[in-house]
DNA sequence: ATAGGTGCAAAGCATTTGCCGCGGT
DNA sequence: ACCGCGGCAAATGCTTTGCACCTAT
């Protein structure tokens, strides 16, 4: 069984390793945004033999493809998702560091009106938001959330 | 003369040696987003006798008290600018990576009505834009740009 | 006087890289 | 067979810290 991410690097012309097709299918089983090492830890369950350095060079190689989408949430380690589940931004939660995503197009339009303005034509944007969860939280959207890892630095 | 930020320093009830008076003018004279790097040359300009780390630490100090506040435009170091001159974010050039702010009235509304159909009350929000230059710029809104240092990581 | 600040160099962290043997194509 | 890949450990770049001395208050 090949993973969605494995066809992608086949399609990419990658060479298939061992090592590759495991971390493309961690990456293809994966709903949330993990960091490098948690990809290490997930690889390495289902195969021994994969060194964090290969994680890491692949991530590269991936991101390069337009493969794989680099995040920074803060806490200065890099969190990766696949690319290709259309336009979103992320909400995370201050307290439990959850990430939510949520949909981005009722205020693109407002954001390339700004750039414009400026005197620019906007090619991308980052939006973050952090907020605290309310008591009774109503769920009219659709968003998937998780747990951000424990930050070392700072 | 009493710097700006020195000011505030002493009303936080800082203690106030000569290199925390030199960093403080340096901040309060900067209109752009120094990273440490940038702050230690300009500080050691004044000063020669001012270590990189104790301009780590006085940055952290006053991120702390609330003086200063962080800001990750990537690249993998903080840059710094002073609290209070009131909510904007960030537009980079990707071309020439100077740094355009704007307000963000407009939209914090929006924001936070998203935030709130999620469940959760925003406390705080990370934007930026990264546009590129037009042919004819018009300015019809304050904004100050500066030159983003190159990046050594990544 | 004394709590806290500073310089220096070493330690920490996330990430990259050199070297060299190994494995896809 | 050939070129790229992977493991390992060392290197890198930013930031923090332990220690011994120094200085505002």
Redesign the interface.
Known sequence: MESRIERLCIDNGLKMTGQRRVIARVLSEAEDHPDVEELYRRSSALDKRISIATVYRTVRLLEEQGILERR?F?GGRARYEPSGHGHHDH?I??ETGKV?E?EDD??HD??QQ?????????????????????N??????R?ASETLPERTKR
């Open positions: 920074d803060g909400l939660d201050v939510t949520f009722a205020y407002m954001l700004i750039a414009h303005r400026l005197g620019f034509d906007l090619i991308s944007h980052r939006l973050e938001l952090f907020g605290r969860r309310r009774k939280p109503q769920s009219d959207q968003a």
